[in-house]
Every structure is written in structure tokens, then in C-alpha cells.
């Protein structure tokens, strides 16, 4: 199984991008890795290894570059031919922590979508108290969702859980204002309609202030929606541990209560960190592309490198091909 990797892509490229693909040719010996991105800026940190394979780029997508002119102009960028690769067979599998918009661009664009998926879907597995997660989507790929978006999220979603994440008979929650059935907007009304016939566990709307008890193992949502209620979440926990910091800083006394529970609180830290999932996967493309973090370290690139292996491994694009084709032909 080859991964394509864009070695270039995110905060801290292309150290901690080379030194997760390092740390999952280790983890995992069925794997084949192709990085892409400047040779000359990657060497310092590459260390010789059957199973990978450097493809120099001379191009590379900034941050700031507006996606899809990049995706179109920039043919020689890492994340371009990542996903070229991918489109021609090269590769089972992408991961970048680069530009988020972009890399949709160029999961739609050149990786292409899956015939009969209205719209692709980012899905970050995020954190539970208990430690279990689920799975979330869309959490921004598309601002606006029509009622069969939705619908089709939720399929999505629900093979992912299984397949990958082990869950039998995932749970799908609808995101609303409320739990009950007529509770929402148009939109959420509409969908809670198709959901109900849809070939999934749905248990109903689920209200935001439950998803961290784990009231569900896949929540819907529209994009807009999706990606405020992970920023809300990122900034909460941010500010959690900052004034948890604030606090133990506060005396002598609270000093060595820190110190006391110092590895507690690093164990906390990390239970709330959902790049220990993996990335955000991009559903509905015929391949799976798997968007990391923009600050990930090594660690979140070895987890995103290990939910692509696993969604090849159990065809996760292959099974949501086969129950949309079948939902298509009723």
C-alpha cells in the first residue's frame, strides 16, 4: 500500500511531516510512502528508508494562496501531485497539513468525488470525556447543505464509525436546538425526515452541549455550523488549560499541587486533543484524503498517515460507492 504524503503542507514542514512519515514506516510495515515537496528543504531531516520515496516539487500551496486558482495554476505544488498520484493510481492514499480549502480543491478537482455524492464532507473524529470520540461532519467543507447533503453525511459518517473506528451500529445524531422531532430550522426538519429512512442507526437530534458525553458516535451538521462548534470547542479547551495554568501559578501552595498532578494533567491535555484521532477526513472522494492539523507534530502525522491505512484497508470509499449506487437504482 502506497501513501502520498505533501511533505511541505503545515505550521512546522517539513521536520515534523518527515519525522511522522519516519515514525509510520516503523508503526507500520505494509506501508509504502511517497513524500512530495522541495528536496532541498526535506534533506536535512530525511533518513533513509526502504519503503520511502522522495518526489521533488518545485512548487508548494502558501496559506494564504486563494485554493482553487492554486489547485489549477501551481501544477508542480507538493499537494497537486500528491493528489495526482492518487487520481492515477500511484497512491491509495493522500495526507497534508497544508492550506485546508486547497486540499478540498484538490480532492474535488483532481482526486475526484464519488459518482452520485452531491457534496464531500470534512470529518474529524473529535474527543469524549470517556475517551471513545466521533466521528463529525461537515466541519466546513460546504458552508450551506441542502436536506439530502445531510442525508448523505450521515452515510458517510456511519460506514466510517463502522468500518474504520470498529463501532457496531454507530449511533447518528442530527445537531439541533433541541431533542425533539420537529424541533430546528428548515433544513434540520427536512433532514431528519431522509435520515429516519436512511439505511443507519439514527437516534434523533442531539443537542451541542452533549457531544463531548458522547451522546453519539456520528453528529450531522452543515459545514457553517460544523466548524464553529470545533473552533468553540478548540477555543474552550485552549482557555481551559489556560486558566488551569493561571490557577496552580498562583502560590507556592498551588506550585506543588501542580507538580503533584503534573502527569495527570498532561494525560487530560492529550485526551482532549483530537489530532490522537487522526486528520479530518475528506468523505464522498474516490480515494481517501485525509486533512492534518496545520500545527501538527510528528505524532498527529502518524495518526493522520494511520486512519488513511486503515480507511484503504477496510475500502471505506469503496463501501460508500456501493450504498450510494444502491440508494441511486430505488
Known amino acids: 500500500m502506497i501513501i502520498a504524503v505533501d ?96 486540499l478540498m480543491a484538490a480532492g474535488l478537482f483532481v482526486v475526484g468525488r464519488i459518482e452520485g455524492i452531491e457534496r464531500p464532507a470534512l470529518a474529524p473524529t473529535l474527543p469524549t470525556i470517556d475517551g471513545s470520540g466521533f466521528v463529525m461532519l461537515d466541519l466546513g467543507a460546504n458552508a450551506d447543505a441542502k436536506p439530502s447533503h445531510l442525508s448523505q453525511y450521515a452515510v458517510m459518517g456511519s460506514i466510517y464509525a463502522e468500518k474504520v473506528r470498529g463501532i457496531e451500529q454507530p449511533r447518528v445524531g442530527l445537531l439541533n436546538i433541541g431533542t425533539e422531532e420537529g424541533k430546528g430550522n428548515e433544513l434540520t426538519k427536512a433532514a431528519f425526515q431522509l435520515l429516519t429512512d436512511a439505511p443507519i442507526n439514527f437516534i434523533g437530534n442531539v443537542e451541542s452541549r452533549d457531544l463531548l458525553n458522547g451522546i453519539a458516535d456520528v453528529v450531522i451538521t452543515d459545514g457553517f455550523t460544523g466548524n464553529m462548534v470545533l473552533k468553540t470547542i478548540e477555543g474552550t479547551a485552549s482557555a481551559f488549560f489556560v486558566m488551569l495554568k493561571e490557577v496552580f501559578n498562583a502560590s507556592l501552595k498551588s506550585k506543588v499541587s501542580a507538580g503533584l498532578v503534573k502527569n495527570d494533567l498532561k494525560g ?63
Do not use: W
Not at 25 to 36: N, P, Q, S, T, V
Not at 293 to 319: P, Y
Open 7 to 102: 511533505g511541505m503542507g503545515g505550521d512546522h514542514a517539513p521536520k515534523e511531516i518527515i519525522d511522522g512519515v519516519i515514525e509510520s514506516l516503523h508503526a507500520f510495515e505494509d506501508i509504502h510512502i511517497h513524500i512530495y515537496g522541495d528536496e532541498s528543504q526535506m534533506a536535512p531531516y530525511i533518513k533513509h528508508h526502504d519503503r520511502l520515496k522522495v518526489i521533488h516539487c518545485s512548487e508548494m500551496i502558501e496559506p494564504d494562496d486563494e485554493p482553487v486558482r492554486a489547485i489549477r495554476r501551481k501544477k508542480d505544488a507538493s499537494m497537486v501531485r500528491m493528489a495526482q498520484a492518487v487520481k492515477d493510481g500511484e497512491a491509495a492514499a493522500c495526507v497534508s497539513a497544508g492550506n485546508t480549502g486547497a
Open 268 to 330: 487530560l491535555k492529550s485526551k482532549m486533543d483530537y489530532t490522537e484521532y487522526g486528520g479530518a477526513g475528506l468523505f464522498g472522494l474516490n480515494s481517501p484524503v485525509i486533512k492534518a492539523h496545520g500545527s501538527s507534530n510528528a505524532n498527529a502525522i502518524l495518526n493522520a498517515i494511520r486512519q488513511a491505512r486503515t480507511m484503504v484497508e477496510f475500502d471505506v470509499c469503496g463501501t460508500i460507492r456501493e450504498v450510494v449506487g444502491k440508494a441511486e437504482t430505488k
